[in-house]
C-alpha cells in the first residue's frame, strides 16, 4: 500500500515480484489525488501483467471520471480488500496515512509482525527535531 508519490518502492518491490516469484498472489493498493498524479502507474501495471495472481485496487480523491472497477473514489477503506488471514502488508507513505491504514488491518485482524512499512514525508523531519531539541540526535 502507497500514498502519492511514495509509491516508488512498492513499484520496485512488484517488479521484483513478477521476475522472481509470478505466481504469487500480490494485491496493490494505492491511493493518490487523482489518475494525472498517480507515479508509475503504467510500470506498476506492466510488472502485474507478468504475474498470474495480481490485482490492483486505486483509491483517488478526485478520479476524474476514473472510477469505477478497480478504481475507487475518497480514501483507502480497509474494510474492502480482500485480506488473507496471513496477508504480509508492506506499507510506504508519510506517517498520518500509515497510522489510519494500520488501524484498519488491525480491526481486520492483520498482526503487527506481519505489517512492514517505509517512513516518506516531512513527517520524519519535523518528528526528528521535537525528538531531538534541534540537536539532530534523537533521544
Given at each position: 500500500?502507497?500514498?502519492?508519490?511514495?509509491?516508488?518502492?512498492?513499484?520496485?518491490?512488484?517488479?521484483?515480484?513478477?521476475?522472481?516469484?509470478?505466481?504469487?498472489r500480490v494485491l496493490?493498493?494505492?491511493?493518490?489525488?487523482?489518475?494525472?498524479?498517480?507515479?508509475?502507474?503504467?510500470?506498476?501495471?506492466?510488472?502485474?501483467?507478468?504475474?498470474?495472481?495480481?490485482?490492483?485496487?486505486?483509491?483517488?480523491e478526485d478520479p476524474?471520471?476514473?472510477?469505477?472497477?478497480?478504481?475507487?473514489?475518497?480514501?483507502?477503506?480497509?474494510?474492502?480488500?480482500?485480506?488473507?488471514?496471513?496477508?504480509?502488508?508492506?506499507?510506504?507513505?508519510?506517517?498520518?496515512?500509515?497510522?489510519?491504514?494500520?488501524?484498519?488491518?488491525?480491526?481486520?485482524?492483520?498482526?503487527?509482525?506481519?505489517?512492514?512499512?517505509?517512513?516518506?514525508?516531512?513527517?520524519?523531519?519535523?518528528?526528528?527535531?521535537?525528538?531531538?531539541?534541534?540537536?539532530?540526535?534523537?533521544?
Amino acid at each position: 500500500m502507497a500514498a502519492f508519490a511514495e509509491h516508488t518502492p512498492v513499484a520496485a518491490m512488484i517488479d521484483h515480484l513478477a521476475g522472481a516469484e509470478p505466481g504469487r498472489r500480490v494485491l496493490a493498493v494505492h491511493a493518490d489525488r487523482g489518475p494525472r498524479t498517480h507515479a508509475l502507474r503504467r510500470q506498476i501495471a506492466d510488472a502485474g501483467a507478468r504475474m498470474t495472481d495480481f490485482w490492483q485496487l486505486t483509491w483517488y480523491e478526485d478520479p476524474d471520471g476514473t472510477e469505477g472497477g478497480d478504481v475507487l473514489p475518497g480514501r483507502i477503506d480497509v474494510t474492502r480488500l480482500p485480506l488473507p488471514r496471513k496477508a504480509r502488508v508492506f506499507m510506504c507513505g508519510p506517517i498520518p496515512f500509515m497510522r489510519e491504514i494500520r488501524r484498519g488491518l488491525a480491526e481486520a485482524g492483520v498482526s503487527d509482525e506481519r505489517v512492514h512499512y517505509e517512513v516518506f514525508g516531512p513527517d520524519l523531519w519535523t518528528a526528528g527535531d521535537r525528538l531531538s531539541n534541534g540537536t539532530g540526535i534523537v533521544r
